[in-house]
């Protein structure tokens, strides 16, 4: 009989940095159950998402594909085309037992539900954090509901619930997917007396004034304190403070409120761990914990995510199987969001459909990294102008060493933007030489023939990816 392939617990939280764990090198907090599986297993250090926003990276990762092929390019209207396929839909078709509880976030309407899994229940747009609502399907058909409690404890327990139910001999795939850390930060009773009498460390950045950057940088309403509401900071803003003073302000409020809300994630990722470990399922199970993108945490004086700077595109992702990752280890090859559904698939045994324009992880996972690895990626980030942080379109290319960045910045053939225009901007960032990322070297002359290469490789992988609807350079 063959191998059945492996369960599967992927754990994703909404707008957790890498810099927010310890496991990661955190200056600011400790998340003790999480580095457990990074101490089990493996970390990577250069996995990204290709858009930062919430629905699309959820929608890559469900396809394997980028938003111009999946259609999810920004929040609502733009939608995931419900016809491609997606990996709980391939894996539930090969005998795997599959459910998702908590976010969702790609449409609650009848044709936008999720699709491939045996149980679900998912949280209607971002849900709340207190007694929230969740939507689920039974004979009756779409059903809505209030649970009374706090939002991460109950995923945690709709996941465990299914776990102690499920069909023991059938290997099974499991979503739980948090809808913390999203803003506005709310956190539990337990945790909401954490950090009180201390102040959270600064990020080296707070403070920028976004010198010699591309007009983007400062036009972007993501600055922390000055663009923050009273549910971000759960207090008037003192707007008559002048802006590097109510930056401090700001960030001790909202940071500390961030926190808070993963510490109860790490609280229930213990839960989880736990439960495969007291049931002997802990050998056979791969988890995964990650992040549908990165966040700014003062980074740049921001909050939020969207550009392609280090802090929105990097993703967390930790991965323990013992019977293939070796305890401790780490990578830094890149990997994308859109690599997750091939490795899922790889493990079952399943087949990819052709769609997929990511590829299996598994190597690296295994310290194999093929000689014909990726040493680049592609990034577009569609939302122009969104009405909200003013982030401006863009797309660029991100190499170990090189970060190549083009604002077209405009939302004529975008779904749900405005069609305002600027002028065209490059940035390039010497990632080795200014890890931060405050120096744009695209006008020095010895970065000359690296922007040409560079360039060379944006157009390849647009033109390999299809994204046909890219803007070319107008420079």
Request: glycine letters at 6%.
């Amino acid at each position: 009989m063959a191998d059945p392939g492996p369960n599967i617990i992927f754990i994703m939280s909404d707008d957790h940095a890498s810099h927010a764990m310890s496991c990661y090198g955190s200056q600011i907090n400790q998340t003790p159950n999480i580095d457990r599986i990074a101490k089990g297993g493996m970390r990577l250090d250069n996995c990204f998402c290709t858009n930062a926003l919430c629905t699309p990276s959820r929608a890559s990762i469900l396809t394997g594909t980028y938003s111009h092929i999946n259609g999810a390019t920004t929040l609502s209207p733009a939608r995931m085309n419900p016809d491609l396929a997606a990996f709980p839909q391939l894996l539930q078709d090969n005998g795997y037992q599959t459910a998702i509880f908590g976010k969702w976030h790609l449409g609650t309407e009848p044709d936008s539900c999720p699709k491939g899994f045996d149980d679900w229940t998912v949280l209607p747009g971002q849900g709340r954090y207190h007694n929230p609502e969740f939507i689920c399907e039974n004979e009756n058909g779409l059903q809505r509901y209030t649970e009374t409690g706090y939002v991460t404890d109950i995923v945690t327990d709709m996941s465990l619930d299914w776990l102690k139910d499920r069909n023991p001999d059938a290997p099974f795939c499991l979503l739980c997917h948090h809808k913390a850390p999203h803003r506005p930060w709310y956190p539990d009773e337990k945790h909401a007396g954490m950090f009180l009498n201390e102040d959270v460390p600064e990020p080296e950045t707070l403070y920028d004034d976004y010198s010699n950057r591309a007009s983007a940088a400062e036009a972007a309403r993501m600055r922390v304190g000055p663009h923050m509401s009273y549910r971000d900071l759960k207090s008037e803003v003192p707007e008559e403070l002048p802006e590097k003073q109510l930056r401090a302000w700001a960030y001790q409020r909202y940071i500390k409120d961030y926190l808070r809300v993963i510490a109860s994630v790490d609280d229930n990722v213990g839960r989880l761990l736990d439960y495969l470990e007291e049931e002997g399922l802990d050998e056979n199970t791969m988890v995964i914990y990650t992040s549908d993108q990165g966040f700014f945490l003062g980074d740049h004086g921001w909050f939020d995510k969207r550009f392609m700077y280090e802090e929105a595109l990097r993703m967390p992702f930790i991965v323990k199987y013992p019977k293939e990752i070796e305890p401790g280890s780490v990578n830094d090859d890149i990997a994308l969001n859109v690599d997750f559904p091939s490795l899922f698939l790889d493990l079952a045994g399943v087949s990819e459909p052709e769609s997929f324009q990511g590829r299996s992880i598994r190597p690296l996972l295994r310290g194999e990294t093929p000689d014909d690895w990726r040493d680049s990626m592609y990034y577009r980030y569609w939302m122009h102008g969104d009405g909200c942080h003013n982030a401006y379109a863009h797309y660029g290319i991100r190499t170990k060493r090189y970060k190549l960045i083009y604002y077209y910045a405009d939302g004529l053939n975008q779904p749900g933007t405005g069609d305002e225009i600027h002028e065209p901007e490059w940035e390039l960032f010497d990632l080795h030489q200014d890890p931060c990322e405050l120096h744009n070297v695209y006008n020095d002359p010895q970065y000359a023939s690296i922007i040409k290469d560079l360039k060379e490789e944006l157009h390849r992988l647009q033109a390999e990816l299809r994204d046909e609807r890219y803007y070319k350079d107008r420079d």
